[in-house]
T-cell receptor, first 112, second 111 residues
Framework: EDQVTQSPEALRLQEGESSSLNCSYTVSGLRGLFWYRQDPGKGPEFLFTLYSAGEEKEKERLKATLTKKESFLHITAPKPEDSATYLC?????????????FGKGTKLSVIP | EPEVTQTPSHQVTQMGQEVILRCVPISNHLYFYWYRQILGQKVEFLVSFYNNEISEKSEIFDDQFSVERPDGSNFTLKIRSTKLEDSAMYFC?????????FGPGTRLTVL
């Protein structure tokens, strides 16, 4: 059974204070690892897809990296508008489908 | 920018009633999905749909649930006889490849 564990559950940062969110995963074979942002009462918003260990993707203040067992979402000099819950999800190539298995998310609060 | 839309945004129903949640996927997408998120819990996969048939479903997606693509644009989720535990946010998603794009969700409240 695919498993995704995210840590920490919640993170409070001062504006400009860089940090990283962790996503550990267990799959029989990784088709892809996905990062989403979710604002309260809204649907997940796609950020990145990572396919193989060593891959990195960047978007504004966010950078996602991938190893064979975990992924990190690095946030550089965050701003209050980066406050949201960040979700990690995996697609298992062994499942033969495109379903996503999500973690519980990390709720990020950036304080001005 | 194209986006997935869902209606209604909030649905309140009595236990045992049927509800239909509607979604309009992004127009050139081929794969369609329903997920749900119970308050405070993780997003959970329900069902995937491709080429006018279910391609995969989870244990949650029992005989009370059904999906349909009645025309070229809409994708619906029907719950035949709602239970209290069906109260959740229901998200539709669509994709043309691996990346899935989610709609804003329908909040279903079962009383």
């Amino acid at each position: 059974e695919d498993q995704v564990t995210q840590s920490p559950e919640a993170l409070r940062l001062q504006e400009g204070e860089s940090s990283s969110l962790n996503c550990s995963y267990t799959v029989s074979g990784l088709r892809g690892l996905f990062w989403y942002r979710q604002d309260p009462g809204k649907g997940p918003e796609f950020l990145f897809t990572l396919y193989s260990a060593g891959e990195e993707k960047e978007k504004e203040r966010l950078k996602a990296t991938l190893t064979k067992k975990e992924s990190f979402l690095h946030i550089t000099a965050p701003k209050p508008e980066d406050s949201a819950t960040y979700l990690c999800a995996v697609q298992d190539s062994g499942a033969g489908s495109y379903q996503l298995t999500f973690g519980k998310g990390t709720k990020l609060s950036v304080i001005p | 920018e194209p986006e997935v839309t869902q209606t209604p945004s909030h649905q309140v129903t009595q236990m045992g009633q049927e509800v239909i949640l509607r979604c309009v996927p992004i127009s050139n997408h081929l794969y369609f999905y329903w997920y749900r998120q119970i308050l405070g819990q993780k997003v959970e996969f329900l069902v995937s749909f491709y080429n006018n048939e279910i391609s995969e479903k989870s244990e949650i997606f029992d005989d009370q649930f059904s999906v349909e693509r009645p025309d070229g644009s809409n994708f619906t989720l029907k719950i035949r006889s709602t239970k209290l535990e069906d109260s959740a946010m229901y998200f539709c998603a669509s994709s043309v490849g691996n990346e899935q794009f989610f709609g804003p969700g329908t909040r279903l409240t079962v009383l």
